[in-house]
């Protein structure tokens, strides 16, 4: 293209790659979730007598938004960065009007 430099036409030849290993990834985490996280969630569901819409509103959020959670906290008090702020303003309200609205 018009002023196009190697490595922005190597990057440009990748762009089909990252979608490759981004839907790759999308399909192996809801994998691991069907495999692991449900399971475990019927168990809890059992052994508390949880009844199955609370479980599916609360306990199915946690276990989604955990590694989120422990992320932000060990970036905000371990290792400070911008990176807990920004995805507590960030990812917060989406996670909340997206969960909530579905």
Not at 19 to 42: E, H, K, S, T
Not at 55 to 68: F, I, Y
């Amino acid at each position: 293209g018009c002023g196009e430099t190697d490595e922005q036409a190597f990057l440009l030849r990748l762009i089909p790659v990252w979608i490759i290993v981004v839907l790759f990834m999308f399909y192996q985490m809801g994998a691991v979730c069907d495999d692991f996280l449900v399971p475990a969630l019927n168990v809890l569901c059992e052994r508390f007598s949880i009844p199955p819409d609370v479980a599916g509103a609360t306990l199915m959020a946690a276990g989604c938004n955990a590694p989120e959670l422990f992320a932000m906290i060990i970036s905000t008090f371990v290792q400070p960065s911008t990176v807990g702020p920004g995805a507590i303003l960030g990812s917060a309200p989406f996670n909340l009007m997206v969960i909530i609205g579905a």
